[in-house]
């Protein structure tokens, strides 16, 4: 069975802190694809980053950082240097290939970055 | 790049009346579409899968004749929910992937919409 878990329900940093949002996943299938999303207050998901199972480099794009680990079932989202426009909610989640595109999501971390 | 429209973004409604969200897909043609419901402060439950010209593929749990879902075009699909309770307060949202992306290349979502149900 696929599942996302993202332990971290609350977390709460200072501006310019760094931080790492956890997420774990489960799954049989060897083809899969982890995504992370953002959500604001305003509700909408904002697509940040996808991978697919046979990629593991990590990746960064301007103060975001991805680590994939497959050995840890681990797709760990870190954000350097927080800004008060990173609060939000985030988003784990993993569509398997096989499984027609269905996307299973984490419990979500809300991500407050006080200034 | 790929847009997703839907409307409307909040509703208030009676209880016992019938509510239709719709879901297009504004530039591009979207043969399956995802309704995805969210309690406050939880996480996303992908209620169905909707297949154009053919009936929806619900998930567990989600019932079929409360949730209609029609994806009668290659660009709408709508969900109503029907015979409104104060428990079907949520906020609804849809996705859909563009045609010529792979299983796990993209997904675009909707803006959503907030139900509440008085």
């Known amino acids: 069975a696929q599942k996302v878990t993202q332990a971290q329900t609350e977390i709460s940093v200072v501006e310019k802190e760094d931080v790492t949002l956890d997420c774990v996943y489960e799954?049989?299938?060897?083809?899969?694809?982890l995504f992370w999303y953002k959500q604001p207050p305003s509700g909408e998901l904002v697509f940040l980053i996808r991978?697919?199972?046979?990629?593991?480099q990590n990746e960064i794009s301007g103060r975001y950082s991805w680590n994939f680990q497959k050995s840890t079932s681990s797709f760990n989202f870190t954000i350097t240097a927080s800004q008060v426009v990173d609060s939000a909610v985030y988003f784990c989640?993993?569509?398997?290939?096989?499984?027609?595109?269905?996307?299973?999501f984490g419990q979500g971390t809300e991500l407050s970055v006080k200034p | 790049g790929a847009v997703v429209s839907q409307h409307p973004s909040r509703v208030i409604c009676k209880s016992g009346t019938s509510v239709k969200i719709e879901c297009r897909s504004l530039?591009?043609?979207?043969?399956?579409m995802f309704w995805y419901r969210q309690f406050p402060k939880k996480s996303l439950m992908l209620m169905a899968t909707?297949?154009?010209?053919?009936?929806?593929?619900?998930e567990q749990g989600v019932e079929k004749d409360k949730f209609l879902i029609n994806h009668a075009s290659l660009t709408l699909s709508t969900l109503t929910v029907t015979s409104a309770h104060p428990e079907d307060s949520s906020f609804y949202i849809c996705?859909?992937?563009?045609?010529?992306?792979?299983?796990?290349?993209?997904?675009?979502f909707g803006s959503g919409t907030r139900l509440t149900v008085v």
């Open positions: 996705s859909a992937r563009p045609p010529g992306t792979g299983l796990g290349q993209g997904y675009t």
């Open positions: 799954t049989r299938d060897t083809t899969y694809y």
């Open positions: 991978r697919n199972s046979f990629d593991e």
């Open positions: 989640a993993l569509s398997e290939a096989y499984q027609g595109g269905k996307l299973i």
């Open positions: 530039d591009f043609q979207a043969t399956t």
């Open positions: 909707s297949n154009e010209g053919s009936k929806a593929t619900y």
